[in-house]
C-alpha cells in the first residue's frame, strides 16, 4: 500500500463515524476501527522491507519553488511510531465503543480521533520538514478538539485551551527552528537535512536552530517547564488520555528528538540541554506523582516522568542511550495504555477516580486487578515485565554518565527518579486494590463486559511476552528503529535479556525498589508534610502569566485601535515611509539610463485637471456629494490617461468601473448626512498633512526613478507579449492574461467579488430585521425633492438604451479575446443598462420584472468558470489552461473558438450578478412595500390618487 494512501485513510475516513451514528453506535465504531484497521494492515505490509534496513519513499512535487514537497518516507522509527499510532489506535477504538455514554457524541468523537491520528501518522512519516510542521499543527487542532470533548466540563474546556496554548506557541518556535535547519541543510527534505551533520553542526546558526526545534519537541512532550498542560488535559475522556498520553500527541516531541539526532546530537549544548532538561523532568515528575490522588492526575505525572526519562537517554547522545531509549518507547506505550485503560474502568465503575475513596476493588474487580498489577509492576520496574528491561539499560547508561565532571549527579537523580516510579506504581496497586473492601463507595463497582477490558489485556499480554522474550518479539524492531536513529551506523552491543549479572544497574534497581516500598509505608506522614510545604503551582503560574499578556494585548490595543482611520492610516504610513526611508539611506541607486521623453499639451492638461480635482477634493471632502462628483472626475482623468497611453482595455474597465462605484456610492450616500462634521483637530490635520505630503512625494520620486531606469532583469511582459496567441489563442494580451495566463488570479477574484455582493446582502436582511428599517423609511429629507419619482424622458432614454447596452455588452464581450473588451468589460455594461431600469422606473418595477435571482447569477459564473477549468484536466493540462481552435459552420465564415470564452462568460455572469445584488440591497432600505404603481412610467404618484377620483366620480 502506497505511504499516501496509509497517510492519507485516517482523514479519509474520518467523515464516515460521525455520518454513520445515525446508524448506531456500533455502526460508528465500526467505521472507525476498520479504516485504522486498513491503515495499519497497508503498513504491515511494509514490515518485511523496514525490517531488511529498507527505506520505503514516496515522492510528490507539491510546490517545488517553496521547497514544499509532499514527499514520505518509511524508515525503522517511522514504522515504530506508526505502528504504535495505528495498533494502539485500534484497541483505543474498541475501548471507547464501550467507555463512552449514549449521552455522548460518538460520531463527532471517532471523527476528532481519526484527525488526530492522521495528523500523527503524517508526523512521523513526513520526509519534508514543511509538511511535517502542518501535521504538528494538526496535532494541536485535533487534541484540542479531543481533550475538550466533555465540552459541559470547565476542566476539560481549561485543559483543552492550556493544551493548545502551550502546544501551539512551542509549535511556532519549532516553525522558525525548522525553516533554519533547512536554510544551513540547503533544502527542506529530511532525508537530505540528515545527510547535513557536519554543516549544520558547524553553522553559527545551529545553536539558535536546536533552541527553537527544542521548544516545540519539550512542549509537546510535556518537558519542564512545560510539564503543567499535560495533566490538565486528563479532564478529557480516558480514551483520550490513553491515546494521546501512550503512544500519540506527548511521543511526538520524542519522535522529534530520535528523528534530527544525527544532526544535531552529539554537541555540548545538546548534551547539557536536552539532557539535564529531561532528567529535571524525569524526577521531578515522579515526585509529584506520588503525592495525586486522582486516578489519572498519578499516571500523568508518571507520563510526564517517564517522557522525562526517554528525553533523557536521547540526550546523553550516545549510541547505547538511543537504543534505550527506543526500547523504552515501545515498553512505556504498552504498560500506559492498559494503566490509562484500567484506571478509566475503575471511574466508570466506581464512579470515581479519588485513591481515598477507593481500596479492596481486587475482591471486586479480579480482572481489572490483574491488569493494572502486571501493567503497573512494570511501570515500577519489576520483573520480569517488559518496564523491567529497559529501566536496567537507563540506569546502566547513567552509571556511565557525568555532568560537569560529576560522576554521581546523573545517577543519583536518576535513582531518585526510579525510586519514585517504584514508590507510585507501588501506591497504584496497593491504595486501589488491596485492603478490605469499603462500604461506601459512589458505585458498587465491578469488572466490565469484555469489551472495556480486552484493549488492555491485549496490552499487558505484550507487557509479560516482551519481557519473557524481548529478543524474539521486539528485538527486530528495536534494531531497525534504533539504528534509523542513529543514523544508519552501527548499533552498540546490546543485550534484550532478564539476567545480567551484578551489574551497577541491578544494585540501583534493588535499591530503587526497596526505596519506593518503604516511601509507600511512609505515604501518609509524606502527604501531609507535601500538602503543607509551600510550592509554586503551575496553573495558577500559568493563569497569572496569561491574564498579564491578555491585559499588555489590551493596552497596547486600545492605545493603538480606538476606532479613528485616520490614526490607523497615519500609523501605517509613517512606518512606511520610515521602513522606505531606511532603505533609500542604506542602499544605493545606480544613475539614470533613461530619457524623458517630450511632454506635449494634452498630458500637461490632464495631468493639471487630476491635481486640481484631487486638491478640491481633499479641500472639500466634507461635503460627500461633492467629493464624490470630484472622484468621479478623477477616475474619468486616469481612464483618458490609459486610452492616451495606449491601454484601451484599461481605459474601459475603469470608466465602467467608475459608474457603476459612483451609482452604488450615490445610493449609499443617500441615507448619510451630506455633509462630514469635523472631529479631527487642527494639531491631528497638521500632522495628517504632513505625513501625506512625504508619503506622496516619496511615493512620486521612486515612481521617477524607477521609470528612468531600466529593470534589473527581463520584465514578464515580454512573454506574455511572445506567448499571447500561441499559447492562449488571442492577440489581446491583456483578456488572455485574465482568462489564461493569470486566470487562476481571476477565478478568486470573483469569487471574492460574489462574498462582498452576499456580505451586502446578509447586511441588508439583518438591518433590515432592526429599527433602521424604520428610521429610514420615516426620516424627512434634508434638501427639496424631486417632483417626480420616475421623470419620462429618462424612463423612455432608458427603455430604449436597453437592448442598445446590451448589444453593446454582448459585442463587448465577444471580441474581448482579439480586441479590447471581455467578460469583466462586458458585465460592467450590462449591469450598468439594468441599473439605469432602476434608477428610471423604480425598485418595485424592475424587481416584478426580474426573472432570476441575482444569487444565482452569481453562482452560476463561478460554476462556469470552475468547469471551464476543470475541463482542461480531462485533456491532461493543468487547472484552466485554455484550448483554442478554428472553427467552419455554414453560412458562417471560418471564425475563432477559445475555451477561455467560457471562463469569461462566468466573469461576465459573476460580475453582473455580484453589482446588481449589491445594488438590490442597498435599494430596499428606501422601498416601501405597497407603494407600487399600475403604470409602467409613473410620472407623478399624485396621477395615481387623480386616477381613482375620477373612477369613483
Known amino acids: 500500500m502506497s505511504l499516501f494512501l496509509i497517510a492519507a485513510l485516517p482523514f479519509l475516513g474520518a467523515v464516515f463515524p460521525a455520518l454513520l451514528i445515525r446508524a448506531g453506535r456500533n455502526a460508528s465504531a465500526s467505521a472507525a476501527g476498520l479504516t485504522t484497521l486498513l491503515a495499519f494492515v497497508g503498513l504491515m505490509l511494509h514490515a518485511p522491507a523496514v525490517l531488511r534496513g529498507d527505506v520505503i519513499q514516496a515522492q510528490f512535487d507539491w510546490l517545488p519553488g517553496l521547497g514544499l514537497n509532499a514527499n514520505f518516507f518509511l524508515d525503522g522509527l517511522g514504522f515504530l511510531f506508526a505502528s504504535l499510532i495505528l495498533g494502539i489506535g485500534l484497541l483505543i477504538i474498541l475501548y471507547a465503543r464501550f467507555y463512552l455514554s449514549r449521552e455522548d457524541p460518538m460520531g463527532n468523537f471517532y471523527t476528532y480521533l481519526l484527525l488526530f491520528q492522521g495528523a500523527m501518522v503524517g508526523i512521523v512519516t513526513s520526509d519534508n520538514i514543511l509538511l511535517l510542521l502542518i501535521f504538528w499543527e494538526l496535532t494541536s487542532l485535533s487534541s484540542f478538539l479531543l481533550i475538550g470533548f466533555w465540552k459541559h466540563l470547565p476542566e476539560g474546556r481549561q485543559g483543552a485551551r492550556m493544551a493548545l496554548t502551550v502546544t501551539g506557541a512551542g509549535g511556532l518556535a519549532m516553525i522558525g527552528g525548522m525553516l533554519i535547519l533547512g536554510n544551513i541543510a540547503g533544502s527542506y527534505d529530511l532525508t537530505v537535512i540528515l545527510s547535513s551533520k557536519e554543516a549544520i553542526q558547524a553553522s553559527p546558526l545551529y545553536l539558535p536552530a536546536l533552541i527553537l526545534i527544542l521548544i516545540g519537541a519539550f512542549t509537546k512532550s510535556a518537558q519542564f517547564p512545560f510539564h503543567f498542560w499535560l495533566p490538565h488535559a486528563m479532564a478529557a475522556p480516558t480514551p483520550v488520555s490513553a491515546y494521546l498520553h501512550s503512544a500519540t500527541m506527548v511521543k511526538a516531541g520524542l519522535f522529534l528528538l530520535a528523528r534530527l539526532w544525527p544532526v544535531l546530537a552529539g554537541t555540548p549544548e545538546w548534551f547539557y540541554i536536552v539532557a539535564t532538561t529531561g532528567l529535571i523532568t524525569m524526577v521531578l515528575g515522579a515526585i509529584i506523582a506520588l503525592f495525586k490522588d486522582d486516578l489519572k492526575a498519578l499516571l500523568a505525572f508518571s507520563t510526564v516522568s517517564h517522557l522525562g526519562l526517554i528525553t533523557m537517554l536521547l540526550g546523553f547522545g550516545t549510541k547505547f542511550a538511543a537504543v ?19 484506571a478509566g474502568i475503575v471511574d466508570h465503575e466506581a464512579h470515581t477516580r479519588d485513591i481515598k475513596r477507593l481500596g479492596g476493588l481486587r475482591h471486586l474487580m479480579p480482572i481489572t486487578f490483574a491488569i493494572a498489577t502486571v501493567a503497573a509492576l512494570s511501570m515500577a520496574g519489576i520483573p520480569p515485565f517488559n518496564g523491567f528491561l529497559s529501566k536496567e539499560m537507563m540506569l546502566e547508561e547513567t552509571a556511565h554518565t557525568a555532568w560537569g565532571g560529576s560522576a554521581y549527579l546523573v545517577p543519583g537523580l536518576a535513582l531518585i527518579g526510579a525510586l519514585f516510579s517504584a514508590a507510585y506504581s507501588f501506591r497504584y496497586i496497593v491504595h486501589v486494590f488491596l485492603g478490605p473492601k469499603r462500604s461506601d463507595y459512589p458505585a458498587k463497582p465491578h469488572d466490565p463486559g469484555v469489551g472495556m477490558w480486552l484493549a488492555p489485556a491485549f496490552l499487558v499480554g505484550l507487557v509479560i511476552l516482551i519481557g519473557l522474550f524481548s529478543a524474539k518479539i521486539v528485538g527486530p524492531l528495536v534494531a531497525t528503529a534504533a539504528g534509523a536513529v542513529i543514523g544508519g551506523e552501527k548499533l552498540p552491543y546490546y543485550s534484550l535479556k532478564l539476567w545480567h549479572g551484578f551489574t551497577p544497574a541491578l544494585y540501583m534497581s534493588i535499591v530503587a525498589v526497596a526505596g519506593g516500598a518503604v516511601l509507600l509505608m511512609l505515604h501518609k506522614p509524606l502527604a501531609r508534610m507535601w500538602d503543607n510545604a509551600p510550592r509554586p503551582e503551575a496553573k495558577v503560574i500559568f493563569e497569572a502569566l496569561i491574564a498579564a499578556l491578555t491585559r499588555l494585548a489590551r493596552t497596547i490595543t486600545d492605545g493603538l485601535h480606538n476606532g479613528a482611520m485616520p490614526r490607523y492610516a497615519a500609523i501605517m504610513i509613517a512606518f512606511t515611509v520610515a521602513l522606505s526611508f531606511y532603505a533609500y539611506q542604506s542602499g544605493t541607486l545606480a544613475a539614470p539610463t533613461r530619457t524623458l521623453q517630450d511632454v506635449g499639451l494634452i498630458p500637461i492638461l490632464g495631468w493639471a485637471s487630476l491635481l486640481i480635482a484631487t486638491g478640491f477634493m481633499v479641500a472639500m471632502h466634507r461635503n460627500r456629494l461633492l467629493a464624490l462628483v470630484l472622484i468621479g472626475v478623477v477616475g474619468l482623468v486616469v481612464s483618458m490617461g490609459f486610452n492616451y497611453l495606449s491601454a484601451p482595455d484599461l481605459a474601459l474597465t475603469q470608466i465602467s468601473v467608475e459608474v457603476v462605484t459612483i451609482i452604488l ?18 494639531g491631528a490635520r497638521l500632522r495628517d498633512i504632513s505625513i501625506a505630503s512625504v508619503a506622496g512625494l516619496g511615493v512620486g520620486g521612486l515612481i521617477y526613478a524607477l521609470m528612468t531606469r531600466d529593470f534589473i532583469g527581463e520584465t514578464i511582459s515580454g512573454f506574455h507579449l511572445e506567448n499571447s496567441y500561441k499559447g492562449g489563442g488571442g492577440t489581446n494580451v491583456v483578456n488572455v492574461i485574465l482568462v489564461d495566463f493569470r486566470g487562476f488570479d481571476t477565478f478568486g477574484e470573483i469569487i471574492v467579488l ?16 432592526t429599527r433602521v428599517r424604520a428610521y429610514l423609511l420615516n426620516r424627512k429629507p434634508d434638501l427639496p425633492q424631486a417632483g417626480d419619482s420616475h421623470p419620462m424622458m429618462m424612463v423612455v432614454a432608458t427603455r430604449v438604451m436597453m437592448p442598445l447596452a446590451l448589444m453593446v455588452a454582448a459585442y463587448i464581450f465577444f471580441r474581448g479575446h482579439n480586441l479590447p473588451g471581455g467578460g469583466f468589460i462586458a458585465g460592467l455594461i450590462a449591469a450598468i443598462a439594468i441599473i439605469m431600469q432602476y434608477m428610471a422606473s423604480g425598485f418595485a418595477w424592475a424587481t416584478e420584472r426580474q426573472r432570476y435571482p441575482y444569487h444565482a447569477i452569481i453562482g452560476s459564473g463561478v460554476l462556469i468558470a470552475a468547469a471551464t477549468g476543470l475541463g482542461s484536466w480531462f485533456s491532461g493540462t493543468p487547472f484552466l489552461t485554455s484550448a483554442f481552435g478554428y472553427i467552419h459552420w455554414a453560412p458562417l465564415e471560418e ?14 455572469l459573476a460580475v453582473v450578478g455580484a453589482v446588481l445584488l449589491a445594488l438590490e440591497s442597498l435599494s430596499r432600505f428606501a422601498w416601501q ?22 373612477n369613483e366620480g
Do not use: Q, Y
Request: proline content about 4%; overall charge negative; charged content about 15%.
Open 324 to 342: 534505550a531509549a527506543v526500547f523504552h518507547i515501545i515498553n512505556h506505550a504498552t504498560f500506559k495504555a492498559a494503566l490509562f485503560m484500567s
Open 665 to 682: 456610492m450615490l445610493l449609499a450616500l443617500n441615507f448619510m448626512p451630506k455633509e462630514t462634521p469635523i472631529e479631527s483637530s487642527t
Open 754 to 769: 460574489g462574498i462582498a455582493a452576499l456580505v451586502i446582502f446578509a447586511l441588508t436582511e439583518a438591518v433590515l430585521g
Open 895 to 908: 471564425f475563432e473558438w477559445a475555451t477561455a470564452a467560457l471562463f469569461d462568460l462566468g466573469v461576465f
Open 929 to 950: 412595500p405597497g407603494a407600487n404603481t399600475d403604470h409602467a412610467m409613473d410620472i407623478n404618484p399624485a396621477r395615481d390618487d387623480v386616477a381613482k377620483t375620477e
